[in-house]
Antibody, heavy 123, light 112 residues
Framework: QVHLQESGPGLVKPSETLSLSCSVSGGSISNYYLTWIRQPPGKGLEWIGYISYSGSTKYNPSLQSRVTLSLDTPKNQVSLKLSSVTAADTAVYYC?????????????????WGQGTLVTVSS | DIVMTQSPDSLAVSLGERATINCRSSQSVLYSSNSKNYLAWYQQKPGQPPKLLIYWASTRDSGVPDRFSGSGSGTDFTLTISSLQAEDVAVYYCQQYYDTPYTFGQGTKLEI
């Protein structure tokens, strides 16, 4: 069973760069599409972007100038960097996998999701 | 961006009664070449990540109780819980995966 786990600092100062990792176990990211989503406390879900197994990326235009996703295939991890953060970037950050059917994986609906990690932006 | 609008924002339903949540997209999420609606529903309980319930607008994910059903096409969709159980108290989200950014509805809080 595939399991995703986000990790990283829980507190980031304004104007700095938020850096998170998503570690995947129980499967290889070599054929996955992995998506990052965030959820401000008490609010809804915002799609940040995805990275494919080949390293191609697509970002939400609202964040595109500040976000970078990257792969570390040997470590079976993906990472998220969000620069110039403000208090508005305070959220639970989730990684999730696009669905797989047999050995083929695709974009689309998200399953499974990691448990999420809360990042607070504050001085 | 495709805007997803859910209604109502919150809903109180008695145990054993039917719950209906609506989701409207600002443009069609029906892909004509395969006649599939690129829409999913998720359930989120407090302190937990969202859990996939339904994809292709009406296909239940494995292990999801059959009291959950999805319907609709094009721009208008519905999630129905036929007989509400206590464990169904949660926030429900629709999501379109027709076009990036893959947007979510604002969520519907379901209470008893």
């Amino acid at each position: 069973q595939v399991h995703l786990q986000e990790s990283g600092p829980g507190l980031v100062k304004p104007s700095e760069t938020l850096s998170l990792s998503c570690s995947v176990s129980g499967g290889s990211i070599s054929n996955y599409y992995l998506t990052w989503i965030r959820q401000p406390p008490g609010k809804g879900l915002e799609w940040i972007g995805y990275i494919s197994y080949s390293g191609s990326t697509k970002y939400n235009p609202s964040l595109q100038s500040r976000v970078t996703l990257s792969l570390d295939t040997p470590k079976n991890q993906v990472s998220l960097k969000l620069s110039s953060v403000t208090a508005a970037d305070t959220a639970v950050y989730y990684c999730a996998r696009g669905y797989c059917s047999g050995s083929n994986c695709y974009l689309g609906w998200l399953d499974p999701w990691g448990q999420g990690t809360l990042v607070t932006v504050s001085s | 961006d495709i805007v997803m609008t859910q209604s109502p924002d919150s809903l109180a339903v008695s145990l054993g009664e039917r719950a209906t949540i609506n989701c409207r997209s600002s443009q069609s999420v029906l892909y004509s070449s395969n006649s599939k609606n690129y829409l999913a529903w998720y359930q989120q309980k407090p302190g937990q990540p969202p859990k996939l319930l339904i994809y292709w607008a009406s296909t239940r994910d494995s292990g999801v109780p059959d009291r959950f059903s999805g319907s609709g096409s094009g721009t208008d969709f519905t999630l129905t819980i036929s007989s509400l159980q206590a464990e169904d108290v949660a926030v429900y989200y629709c999501q379109q995966y027709y076009d990036t950014p893959y947007t979510f509805g604002q969520g519907t809080k379901l209470e008893i």
